[in-house]
């Protein structure tokens, strides 16, 4: 039977877990996510969830084990954060290329040295290149729900991909909002049990892994199961919204967008709080609209070229920083790519903010939409990229 209550982020991670029937769970415990993994500990001694939780001596281990356990035939979960992850990307390689469809939250932390135990998204951007497929979560609900459209979808025949779910450590993690936990049957007749059709290393099911003959082929098939996941994540997408009532728009969620001159592009947490600062502006009589960045792998670069023709300036809102970059910050960057090739570009307007996992305040979300809007208005840009955390901007809204 489903149920709702106020939920932590981690906690309802732990029930998707649960609820997709994730066979193997090996972790090492690592704030802001070692409540993710302790939930999952009690719901297994409690007999609520069937699987086999595997203790390590750390996260390089704990992808190791989650390795073997996938291509043995086993649904895996896992989940890690900052340094965690950082000692862990050794591994994180193997089952891209291995075509292994695990699940690993990232529960995003600042990483050291200058870091923290809040978020910013550097620690699941740094495995931008690896292959796995990226989903940012805003709230515990989504959190649930993208875990269990991420079994649909890595477990898919044309993708055979791992799928991180991330969301923002503390922000998401460790506050309650209202979740919805759907029935065991539902969940079970959406998702079916775990086969996988390529190939197997269990004993009793034994079918020998495809060789690629080269180094570059077996890359571009990793590139174009990343190709097919769009129209997969979209299709789950819809069909999850069917059958459990929501949806989050696959990739891309655009959010009073009717008749606006611009908008801000925002991921996880803090797009909640651009939500309410849009619906004041807007009743102010400021065309600027919101969109919601959830798919960041494969990048949707086709959506957002589409979306892109209806806007005189857009800017995306970092919570990362690449250092020495061509400029800006990571998703400034693949936007800037991926809208290169139109011949009517909007604008392009960058801001670091909430690094470390400081906190995105209205005043913070206002001040970016009107510079913005600004730009929109004089039709080329001041600043490029904007580090809006250095500013003196007075009291919050």
Same mark, same amino acid.
């Given at each position: 039977?489903?149920?709702?209550?106020?939920?932590?982020?981690?906690?309802?991670?732990?029930?998707?877990?649960?609820?997709?029937?994730?066979?193997?769970?090996?972790?090492?415990?690592?704030?802001?996510?070692?409540?993710?993994?302790?939930?999952?500990?009690?719901?297994?001694?409690?007999?609520?969830?069937?699987?086999?939780?595997?203790?390590?001596?750390?996260?390089?281990?704990?992808?190791?084990?989650?390795?073997?356990?996938?291509?043995?035939?086993?649904?895996?979960?896992?989940?890690?954060?900052?340094?965690?992850?950082?000692?862990?990307?050794?591994?994180?390689?193997?089952?891209?290329?291995?075509?292994?469809?695990?699940?690993?939250?990232?529960?995003?932390?600042?990483?050291?040295?200058?870091?923290?135990?809040?978020?910013?998204?550097?620690?699941?951007?740094?495995?931008?290149?690896?292959?796995?497929?990226?989903?940012?979560?805003?709230?515990?609900?989504?959190?649930?729900?993208?875990?269990?459209?991420?079994?649909?979808?890595?477990?898919?025949?044309?993708?055979?991909?791992?799928?991180?779910?991330?969301?923002?450590?503390?922000?998401?993690?460790?506050?309650?909002?209202?979740?919805?936990?759907?029935?065991?049957?539902?969940?079970?007749?959406?998702?079916?049990?775990?086969?996988?059709?390529?190939?197997?290393?269990?004993?009793?099911?034994?079918?020998?892994?495809?060789?690629?003959?080269?180094?570059?082929?077996?890359?571009?098939?990793?590139?174009?199961?990343?190709?097919? /996941? #769009? =129209?997969?994540?979209?299709?789950?997408?819809? !069909?999850?919204?069917?059958?459990? *009532?929501?949806?989050?728009? $696959?990739?891309?969620?655009?959010?009073?967008?009717?008749?606006?001159?611009?908008?801000?592009?925002?991921?996880?947490?803090?797009?909640?709080?651009?939500?309410?600062?849009?619906?004041?502006?807007?009743?102010?009589?400021?065309?600027?609209?919101?969109?919601?960045?959830?798919?960041?792998?494969?990048?949707?670069?086709?959506?957002?070229?589409?979306? /892109? #023709? =209806?806007?005189?300036?857009?800017?995306?809102? !970092?919570?990362?920083?690449?250092? *020495?970059?061509?400029?800006? $910050?990571?998703?400034?960057?693949?936007?800037?790519?991926?809208?290169?090739?139109?011949?009517?570009?909007?604008?392009?307007?960058?801001?670091?903010?909430?690094?470390?996992?400081?906190?995105?305040?209205?005043?913070?979300?206002?001040?970016?939409?009107?510079?913005?809007?600004?730009?929109?208005?004089?039709?080329?840009?001041?600043?490029?990229?904007?580090?809006?955390?250095?500013?003196?901007?007075?009291?919050?809204?």
């Amino acid at each position: 039977m489903s149920f709702t209550r106020m939920m932590e982020g981690n906690e309802a991670a732990a029930w998707a877990a649960k609820l997709a029937r994730a066979e193997v769970v090996p972790a090492f415990p690592i704030t802001p996510q070692t409540e993710l993994i302790s939930h999952i500990a009690s719901l297994i001694e409690n007999g609520t969830m069937k699987a086999e939780y595997i203790k390590v001596e750390g996260e390089h281990t704990a992808m190791a084990a989650a390795i073997g356990a996938s291509a043995a035939g086993a649904r895996v979960f896992t989940a890690s954060s900052s340094q965690g992850v950082c000692y862990m990307e050794e591994a994180l390689w193997m089952p891209p290329g291995l075509r292994l469809p695990i699940v690993m939250c990232f529960v995003n932390r600042a990483i050291a040295p200058i870091g923290g135990l809040r978020p910013d998204h550097n620690d699941s951007l740094l495995q931008r290149d690896n292959g796995w497929i990226q989903l940012y979560c805003e709230n515990s609900q989504e959190a649930l729900d993208t875990i269990l459209m991420a079994y649909k979808i890595g477990e898919n025949r044309d993708v055979y991909l791992p799928v991180a779910p991330c969301y923002d450590g503390y922000f998401v993690s460790a506050t309650a909002t209202p979740t919805v936990v759907p029935d065991q049957g539902r969940v079970d007749d959406w998702l079916p049990p775990y086969r996988h059709e390529m190939y197997s290393l269990h004993p009793d099911d034994f079918r020998r892994p495809p060789r690629p003959t080269n180094i570059a082929k077996a890359r571009h098939e990793v590139q174009k199961a990343h190709d097919r /996941a #769009k =129209k997969v994540i979209e299709d789950v997408d819809k !069909d999850f919204e069917k059958v459990f *009532g929501r949806g989050y728009d $696959g990739f891309i969620e655009e959010y009073r967008c009717e008749d606006v001159d611009a908008v801000l592009i925002t991921m996880g947490s803090m797009t909640g709080t651009a939500r309410d600062v849009i619906d004041m502006m807007q009743e102010d009589g400021k065309r600027i609209g919101l969109v919601k960045l959830r798919g960041f792998r494969p990048f949707p670069s086709e959506e957002f070229r589409e979306i /892109a #023709k =209806k806007y005189q300036a857009v800017a995306v809102v !970092d919570r990362n920083t690449s250092y *020495g970059s061509a400029g800006g $910050g990571i998703v400034s960057m693949e936007l800037a790519r991926a809208l290169y090739p139109m011949d009517d570009r909007p604008l392009l307007l960058n801001f670091h903010v909430g690094l470390g996992g400081s906190d995105v305040t209205l005043r913070q979300i206002e001040y970016m939409a009107d510079k913005t809007l600004e730009a929109a208005a004089k039709g080329r840009v001041e600043e490029a990229v904007d580090w809006v955390e250095l500013h003196d901007l007075g009291e919050v809204m």
